[in-house]
């Protein structure tokens, strides 16, 4: 017998697994001592809003039967070996989903990163941390699973229109996530674990006859006529097969630059740029538990959320928190020399002293108008001056500039900063000298409103570390609305966050399935 209860209870009990089986069994009129009797949350979310923390689970009991696997979704992977091939460009989750369901269909997936396997790339990311030495290779974006392989692993998404959202999040578990990101409203896997699963997905490819070459950059496209047939490597090799997803991530500007050059039609897209805001942890869980001490040995880190409109210059502009990463640290993001990016991510447990997250502005086109004369590469070209300012003010190092919250609202250099997690260091600026007015204006506004919305945000024991710009993609490369076909080159499928069509690591997963399935559908006669 299974029963199913919606229940409200306290940290201790949703999160402890002794006092939340007894929890439940005494909700439901059942005796503790009920032999075979087994409980599991189905669904978990925190509920801060009043004085005192709830949480919201809904809640399985079964008597006398076996409860089995929260997974619906079991993938069949056919032996692809001898199929037709269809070449990704990228190895992140959009291209490595499309590769999982291409073999789902029958099709043979060959994958091209020009970054290298999760296990070698961690060198790379040491010598960025410890020597301020960019790989435009490999580093926090470029290699094996993408940007999203060292991050948080957040597995939200509002995206509720392209794809399966649970099935994304069971290939996953399948892959040796835990069954806990089908339950927790908010799921993150943590960037200690994503590696292992990242390499797991691609065993997966790979023992079904896929492909993956690592270290292999695109360097050009074979196109003929209004087809495209191909690419070639860096080293001169062609690789063609019918079709090509191309999944290369939002900070592949070598990509952008190949397709103008190309006439391969792209578009200047709005994106947001700002900084990494970083308090304590301690003081974040304060605020949002309303606590007086600590969150206590239940609560997991706290997050928020947070946006604000803002009027400058007679234009409106929103300002938002971006990427929260409670109990996390800051990294260095620069994908090539000569450039700075900072960048979140948590491990699993959330357990760092610090939190930070993104605070950035939208950015528009008409904001630019300095930059129109590089047309398509429009935003991009803002993007990669602001970077090149912030490597400059830095020290020329991966050093980034940093500036107190409250000393940056009052227009103060800071003194002196705090502790950070950001590894190479901090540099002490004026950050209105790194950002463009537009942006250090409508910050200042928006940090005095979240400083109402949250009190105790707004402090000097809280810092500005910059840039965060790699938000999402400056350019959108175009596609069909119910093909994803590119409009101008046949069998090309733009995809994923580097596109323009996604914006984490689930819906980027998902517009890699759906890309795949496209492509499949229109092209190969055995897919399916």
Partial sequence: MKKTLTLQLSPEEAYDPQIFK?????????????????????????????????????AEIFLNENPGSMLDHFPSYQNVRNSDPV????????GL?????????????????????????????????????????????FGEGGAGTYSDGKLYTRSKKRGDIRRIMEIFVAHGATEEILVDAHPHIGTNKLPLLVSKLRETVLESGGEILFETR??????????????VTQLGERIKGLGVILATGHSARDIFH??????????????????????GQNLIDRIQYHCEMDRGPYLPASAYSLVQQTEFKGKQRGV?????????????????????VVNGMSPSRRDSKFANSGIVVSVELEDLPEYQKYGALA???????????AWDFGGKTQAAPAQR??????????SSLLDTSYQPGLESVEMREVLPDFISARLAMAFKAFGQKMKGYLTNEAQLIGVESRTSSPVRVPRDRETFEHPQIKRLYPCGEGAGYAGGIVSAAMDGERCAEKLIEAYCKSGG
């Fill in 320 to 340: 938002f928190s971006f990427c929260m990463c409670p109990g996390g640290f800051i990294v260095p993001a620069a994908t090539a020399p000569g450039e700075l």
């Fill in 258 to 279: 190949l397709l103008d050059r190309r006439k391969v039609l792209i578009e200047a897209k709005p994106f947001a740029l700002g900084v990494r805001i970083e308090h």
């Fill in 218 to 231: 695109v360097d050009d496209l074979i196109i003929e006529g209004a087809e495209i047939k191909g690419v």
């Fill in 97 to 141: 989903f499309a590769a999982l369901r291409a073999v789902e269909l029958g099709i043979k997936p060959i994958v091209i990163e020009r970054g290298k396997d999760v296990r070698t790339r961690r060198r790379d990311l040491a010598a960025i941390n410890k020597d301020g030495i960019v790989n435009p290779d490999s580093n926090y974006c």
């Fill in 405 to 414: 919250m409250v000393d940056f609202v009052n227009r103060k250099t800071s």
């Fill in 379 to 389: 935003s991009m070209y803002f993007q990669a001056d602001v970077e090149r300012k």
């Fill in 87 to 94: 070449i990704i460009v990228g190895a992140g989750p959009a």
């Fill in 22 to 58: 007894q929890t439940v069994l005494k909700k439901a009129g059942i005796s503790l001592d009920t032999p075979n009797a087994f409980t599991r949350q189905i669904k978990r979310s925190i509920d801060a809003r009043g004085r005192k923390v709830i949480v919201n689970v809904e």
